[in-house]
């Protein structure tokens, strides 16, 4: 039976069966490339390099190198995917070291491959397969780093890829090796040829970006001509101004963003440019925010046919990521050298228990606010993006603090135009002198899409001020309220919340509750 792959065709994503695929994923961090500030060591030990280097000096050689065997094996198992599956995902993108694959090198092209963890990977490649989840292989860290930064485990803050021709020949052979092993895999989406290549202040390498990547693929398709291949902008992928054409027609353009606007303003270029070279779009990072901002943004995304892949996973004691694990109880004492040898080598003990499955903690709430379903609090200025008519109706067009193409009024608690922050990196609430309201004027409504996974009942509570003074209608079907809530079973599938505004209110946020 021959083999069936997805694939781009013009500005969407098509599965192995013909039909429009639109990726809801989580991107693996710090799995396969451990980033400091994932387990609360950034000031002191931010990338995988430094953190061994510290574990050998402090412990030994030994420890250092089981310590991150036993953490690939820990990290992130079958029961991640199954989990993943289960919250309502359907992709993964795995960010790769490529000094996990295969062995470095400073004089052949060619590198040694680490077949043992190679096979790991290929054990979460099948097990995503089982549970009909596809996979994003990100190239997270490239030979000699493409970005200079603790992002890309590089030596010394340099982006020595496009420095040494030898570590371009060296990418070329790893996504080679890649595309040659996993050539006839299914639920491999799109290789990601690299992570967020040249911050800006490295911009006088930006003209080598699209040779390489065009070299990569040249090799690519001499081994596997079927996946599609995702490219990345520049400056931490948010800059995708130099994709003026494509030469191959199964490329899938990808951007990253954080901590903005949850606006079709905020990623304008990026839909101009869809539409320019007819090619499907993923928002591959983004997250590191609290869960209103969630249940906006990614919401935006799908409704603008955008697929994403929320950052990240897992952390250490966290509440903003879908899993967290405990952090060891001398972990600031261990990050300041200030524990014997054994005591040190406890903690890390226990580090490697705490981050298994079974161990860790689920946070349900952060998947639910990402897809909008059963329980989850949404801001009342995420109502629907798919316009007016449809998403929502004005009656004249109001000055607003952002989503200035809809018309509705977004204002502060004092009904006063400002700029919005979005800046809660540590998933903390926004400050109520930052609070947006959404001020609805007579005879002015909105909507917001919700997903029930089962059949169940919900209270839905309206949040504000003059809340009476609306009609709250599921599925075009009014339902009297009570100062804004409403009780209602509601059957397994999307649904629709409308409110309409019999005079002018003013409204901060929407309560979704499933209730057994």
């Given at each position: 039976m021959?083999?069936?792959?997805?694939?781009a065709?013009e500005?969407?994503i098509?599965?192995?069966?013909?039909?429009?695929l639109?990726?809801?994923?989580?991107?693996?961090?710090?799995?396969?490339?451990?980033?400091?500030y994932?387990?609360?060591?950034y000031?002191?030990l931010?990338?995988?390099?430094?953190?061994?280097?510290?574990?050998?000096?402090?412990?030994?050689e030994?420890?250092?190198?089981?310590f991150?065997?036993?953490?690939?094996?820990?990290?992130?198992q079958?029961k991640?995917?199954?989990?993943?599956?289960?919250?309502?995902?359907?992709?993964?993108?795995?960010?790769?070291d490529y000094?996990?694959?295969?062995?470095?090198s400073?004089?052949?092209?060619?590198?040694?491959v680490i077949?043992?963890?190679?096979?790991?990977?290929?054990?979460?490649?099948?097990?995503?397969?089982?549970q009909?989840i596809y996979v994003?292989l990100?190239?997270?860290?490239?030979?000699?780093g493409?970005t200079g930064?603790?992002?890309?485990?590089?030596i010394?803050d340099i982006?020595r890829l496009?420095?040494n021709?030898?570590?371009?020949k060296?990418?070329?052979?790893?996504?080679?090796?890649?595309?040659?092993?996993y050539?006839n895999?299914?639920?491999?989406?799109?290789?990601?040829?690299?992570?967020?290549?040249?911050?800006?202040w490295f911009?006088?390498?930006?003209?080598?970006?699209?040779?390489l990547?065009?070299?990569?693929?040249?090799e690519?398709?001499?081994v596997?001509?079927?996946h599609m291949i995702?490219?990345?902008?520049?400056?931490?992928?948010?800059?995708?101004?130099?994709?003026?054409?494509?030469e191959d027609d199964n490329i899938?353009?990808?951007f990253?963003?954080?901590?903005?606007?949850?606006?079709?303003?905020?990623?304008?270029?990026?839909?101009?440019?869809r539409?320019?070279?007819?090619?499907?779009?993923?928002?591959?990072?983004?997250?590191?925010?609290?869960?209103?901002w969630?249940s906006a943004?990614f919401?935006?995304?799908?409704?603008?046919?955008?697929s994403?892949?929320?950052?990240?996973?897992?952390?250490?004691?966290?509440?903003?990521?879908?899993?967290?694990?405990k952090?060891?109880?001398?972990?600031?004492?261990?990050l300041?050298?200030?524990l014997s040898?054994e005591?040190?080598?406890?903690v890390?003990?226990?580090?490697l228990?705490?981050?298994q499955?079974?161990?860790?903690?689920?946070h349900?709430e952060?998947?639910?606010?990402?897809v909008?379903k059963?329980t989850?609090?949404?801001?009342a200025?995420a109502?629907?993006?798919?316009?007016?008519?449809?998403?929502?109706?004005?009656?004249?067009?109001?000055?607003?603090?952002?989503r200035?193409?809809?018309?509705?009024?977004?204002?502060?608690q004092?009904?006063?135009?400002?700029?919005?922050?979005?800046?809660?990196?540590?998933?903390?609430s926004?400050?109520?002198?930052?609070?947006?309201?959404?001020?609805?004027?007579?005879?002015?409504?909105?909507?917001?899409?919700?997903?029930?996974?089962?059949?169940?009942?919900f209270?839905?509570?309206v949040i504000?001020?003059?809340v009476?003074?609306t009609i709250?209608?599921?599925?075009?079907?009014e339902?009297q309220?009570?100062d804004?809530?409403?009780?209602?079973?509601?059957k397994?599938?999307?649904?629709?919340l409308?409110?309409?505004a019999?005079?002018?209110?003013?409204?901060k946020e929407?309560?979704?509750?499933?209730?057994?």
């Amino acid at each position: 039976m021959d083999k069936l792959y997805c694939k781009a065709k013009e500005k969407e994503i098509i599965d192995q069966h013909g039909h429009p695929l639109y990726l809801k994923g989580v991107g693996i961090g710090g799995w396969l490339l451990l980033e400091g500030y994932m387990i609360k060591s950034y000031e002191t030990l931010d990338r995988p390099r430094r953190i061994k280097e510290y574990i050998t000096s402090y412990i030994s050689e030994g420890y250092a190198e089981y310590f991150f065997e036993e953490w690939f094996r820990r990290f992130f198992q079958e029961k991640d995917i199954q989990l993943i599956k289960e919250e309502g995902f359907n992709c993964i993108r795995i960010p790769l070291d490529y000094q996990f694959l295969f062995e470095a090198s400073e004089d052949k092209e060619t590198l040694c491959v680490i077949e043992s963890h190679f096979k790991m990977l290929d054990q979460m490649i099948a097990e995503s397969r089982k549970q009909g989840i596809y996979v994003i292989l990100d190239l997270h860290a490239a030979p000699g780093g493409q970005t200079g930064t603790n992002i890309d485990n590089s030596i010394d803050d340099i982006p020595r890829l496009f420095l040494n021709p030898l570590y371009q020949k060296q990418t070329i052979f790893v996504w080679k090796t890649l595309a040659d092993r996993y050539k006839n895999e299914e639920y491999i989406v799109a290789y990601d040829l690299l992570n967020e290549p040249l911050p800006k202040w490295f911009s006088s390498f930006n003209n080598q970006l699209m040779p390489l990547y065009e070299s990569i693929i040249k090799e690519i398709r001499k081994v596997d001509p079927h996946h599609m291949i995702t490219l990345e902008g520049l400056h931490w992928s948010t800059d995708l101004s130099i994709f003026s054409s494509l030469e191959d027609d199964n490329i899938l353009l990808q951007f990253h963003k954080y901590w903005s606007n949850p606006d079709q303003e905020s990623i304008k270029d990026y839909i101009d440019l869809r539409e320019k070279l007819h090619v499907p779009l993923i928002m591959g990072e983004g997250g590191e925010n609290n869960k209103e901002w969630y249940s906006a943004v990614f919401k935006m995304y799908e409704q603008l046919n955008i697929s994403y892949a929320f950052w990240t996973y897992k952390k250490m004691d966290i509440d903003n990521s879908i899993v967290s694990f405990k952090k060891p109880k001398n972990w600031e004492a261990f990050l300041t050298h200030t524990l014997s040898k054994e005591e040190a080598k406890d903690v890390l003990d226990e580090l490697l228990e705490y981050i298994q499955f079974d161990y860790s903690f689920i946070h349900h709430e952060v998947s639910n606010h990402i897809v909008c379903k059963d329980t989850f609090t949404t801001p009342a200025y995420a109502f629907d993006y798919e316009g007016e008519g449809i998403s929502k109706h004005n009656v004249k067009v109001h000055e607003t603090s952002f989503r200035k193409s809809q018309g509705l009024r977004i204002a502060n608690q004092n009904n006063q135009i400002i700029t919005p922050n979005f800046k809660q990196y540590n998933g903390e609430s926004m400050n109520e002198e930052d609070a947006l309201y959404l001020y609805l004027s007579k005879d002015e409504w909105v909507n917001y899409t919700f997903y029930a996974s089962k059949k169940q009942m919900f209270v839905i509570e309206v949040i504000g001020e003059d809340v009476s003074d609306t009609i709250i209608s599921i599925n075009q079907t009014e339902h009297q309220s009570i100062d804004g809530k409403i009780y209602v079973e509601l059957k397994k599938g999307n649904h629709l919340l409308n409110i309409y505004a019999k005079n002018d209110v003013k409204l901060k946020e929407i309560i979704f509750k499933a209730t057994s």
